[in-house]
């Protein structure tokens, strides 16, 4: 059974960077045909998508968070990243990874992290 | 962007009584290639989002068939036909046509 899990600091201070990892098991991150999202939520709002990178490591972002956002993989750990930078209190929210598959279609967000709190405060 | 608005934003349901969420596009999420690109999931209370449907109407692996989606073009459906304890949270719709997905603003729904 395929798990993700997030990680990284709950709180950080305004205009410095959020950084955060999933963790995945039960399958490798760079073997078959996968997209790794990150998806962000606010208190009492809806799902905001961010952003996602390939089984390859291509990446594609939402324009809406223009420079700020980059993401990577580091394969020997099973693990995708999200950095997130200039970060102000309108970045905090319940943080998402989550997961397409392709089986003989694409499955969008199959999977989910049980998301994790980000705070930006000083 | 593709705009998805969700009405009603929440709602009370009797158990075992059908309940239906509508999700309205500002275009349309037909593929030229025939597929409709609608997703649902439901998000538990203090639990992250699980999948519902996708592709319009294809229940995902597990999905009980209480849950239909329905619809065409820019306007959809989601349909439990009788609503049990285990279905309170929000449920959002999403569209996978494009890039960046959007989703709906969620629909709350609550048992009486």
């Known amino acids: 059974q395929v798990q993700l899990q997030e990680s990284g600091p709950g709180l950080v201070k305004p205009s410095q960077t959020l950084s955060l990892t999933c963790t995945v098991s039960?399958?490798?991150?760079?073997?078959?045909?996968?997209?790794w999202s990150w998806i962000r939520q606010p208190a009492g709002k809806g799902l905001e998508w961010i952003g996602r990178?390939?089984?390859?490591?291509?990446?594609s972002y939402n324009p809406s968070f223009k420079s700020r956002v980059t993401m990577s993989m580091d394969t020997s750990k099973n693990q995708f990243s999200l950095n997130l930078n200039s970060v102000t209190a309108a970045d905090t929210a319940v943080y998402y990874c989550?997961?397409?598959?392709?089986?003989?279609?694409?499955?969008?967000?199959?999977?989910w992290g049980q998301g994790t709190l980000v705070t930006v405060s000083s | 962007d593709i705009v998805l608005t969700q009405t009603p934003l929440s709602l009370s349901v009797t158990p075992g009584q059908p309940v239906s969420i509508s999700c309205k596009s500002n275009?349309?999420?037909?593929?030229?290639?025939?597929?409709?690109?609608l997703c649902w999931y439901l998000q538990r209370p203090g639990q992250s989002p699980q999948p519902l449907i996708y592709?319009?109407?294809t229940r995902f692996s597990g999905v009980p068939d209480r849950f239909s989606g329905s619809g065409s073009g820019t306007d959809f459906t989601l349909r439990i036909s009788r609503v049990e304890a285990e279905d309170v949270g929000v449920y959002h719709c999403?569209?996978?046509?494009?890039?960046?997905?959007?989703f709906g603003q969620g629909t709350k729904v609550e048992i009486k």
């Open positions: 989550a997961r397409d598959s392709y089986g003989n279609t694409w499955y969008p967000f199959d999977y």
């Open positions: 039960g399958g490798s991150i760079s073997s078959g045909s996968y997209y």
């Open positions: 990178i390939y089984t390859s490591g291509s990446t």
């Open positions: 275009q349309s999420l037909l593929h030229s290639g025939g597929t409709t690109y």
């Open positions: 592709e319009l109407s």
């Open positions: 999403m569209q996978s046509l494009e890039l960046p997905r959007t």
